[in-house]
Each structure stands twice: as C-alpha cells, then as structure tokens.
C-alpha cells in the first residue's frame, strides 16, 4: 500500500459526460501528480501541483482541469468525455524533500462508452 | 523537457535467466526512479536512485547521472517479475520512458 488513495476505481460514463477523480496524498506529501495511461501506452504527464498552486503542467488537454484544496486532496475533471479518454488515471504524491521519492495511487479506471 | 528512452522494448526471457534493462535520459535530473507495472496495472516503486547502486533482493540498479544512464538488473527472473518496468527521470515533473515490456516464461 502506497498510501495513495484514489477514488473511484472504476467508472464507466458516457461521451459528453463529465467526471471527477478524487485523490488523497500521503500524509505529509505536499506534491500531487497526475498521469493518463491508455491501452497499451505510456504514462503521459497531466500536471502538478504543490501545496494548492499549479507547479507544473504537461499535456493536459483544456476539456480537463485539476485543483488542490487546502486539505492537500485533489480533484481531476474531465468534461465533454470522449471514447478516447477511456484510459488509467493515476494519481502520485510525493513530500518534495531531499529523497523526492514518488508514491502512486492504484490508479481510476475510465470507460467511456 | 528531459527526454527518456528505455531499451529494450520488449524483452522475453526464460525463468531463471538474468536481465538488464536500460534508461538513458537526455539532461542532468536530481531524481531518478524505477517502477513496475504489474499485469492488474498497478505501478510498484522498486528504486529510487539518482546515483549510486542499490539492491533489493534479485533486483538492483544503477545509476551514472555524470553520462545520464540507469541499469536496473533482474536476476534468477521469476514468472512474477512479468510487466512492463518504467523509468522516470525528472526535476520537478515526473517524465517516464515508453517503458521495457517483459515476459518470463516457466
């Protein structure tokens, strides 16, 4: 157990939807990551964040957004869902110090039909 | 961005048999870490290394940071070493490789 909590696992939603995934950090950790696993692909970076700011951005399309509340949690929303966004969503966290090891979530799978 | 090549892609192997797996990445990086995706997609963290040498078990991992390379080496591999390994090279944001798929035979 990472210690990453995200939620749900599954979901299955149709085009046009919206959705939200949730993730709890390690206790601790100030930095969350985002990343998007299709079939059979790599892992792309989304974003990140640190202590509630935007610290780094990838390629996060603009129908998705992402925020870090004062609880340190975060929250993925993607909107206007398309079949390919059916895809493992991972979420990570790390604290950030010296050792920046990075912990991920088991991940929330998204079908989109 | 830092740019990561993993080889090789694929690799297939025979229980018992040893293995290296390579990560090269493009620009100087303070963290460097190696995972494993098991089948049911879970991603395992097997080493954090930046530099140095480290071992766990059957596994251990190298890195050169001053030529920008990483080795992880699997020995006496098992069935359950299965999967696809991932290296990440990064400063702030995490970058991974493409990934080595590897599948041991019984």
């Known amino acids: 157990d990472s210690g990453v909590t995200q939620t749900p696992k599954h979901l299955i939603t149709a085009t046009g939807q919206r959705v939200t995934l949730r993730c709890s950090p390690r206790?601790?950790?100030?930095?969350v990551y985002w990343y998007q696993q299709s079939l059979d692909q790599g892992l792309q970076f989304l974003i990140q964040y640190y202590n509630g700011e935007e610290r780094a951005k990838g390629n996060i399309l603009e129908r998705f957004s992402a925020q870090q509340f004062p609880d340190l949690h975060s929250e993925l929303n993607l909107s206007s869902l398309e079949l390919g966004d059916s895809a493992l969503y991972f979420c990570?966290?790390?604290?950030?110090?010296?050792?920046?090891?990075?912990?991920f979530g088991e991940g929330s799978w998204l079908t989109v039909v | 961005g830092i740019q990561v090549e993993q080889s090789p892609p694929d690799l297939i192997l025979q229980e018992g048999a040893n293995s290296t797996l390579r990560c090269n990445f493009s620009?100087?990086?303070?963290?460097l870490q190696w995972f494993h995706q098991n089948p049911w997609g879970q991603l395992i963290n097997l080493f954090y290394?930046?530099?140095g040498t480290k071992q766990n078990g059957r596994l251990s991992a190298t890195t050169v940071a001053t030529e920008r390379y990483s080795l992880l080496y699997i020995s006496s591999s098992q069935t359950t070493d299965s999967g696809v390994y991932f290296c990440a090279a990064y400063n702030n944001d995490m970058r991974f490789g493409a990934g080595t798929r590897l599948t041991v035979k019984p």
């Open positions: 620009d100087s990086v303070n963290n």
């Open positions: 206790s601790g950790d100030l930095s």
């Open positions: 990570a966290s790390s604290s950030m110090t010296a050792g920046n090891t990075i912990y």
């Open positions: 290394i930046p530099s």
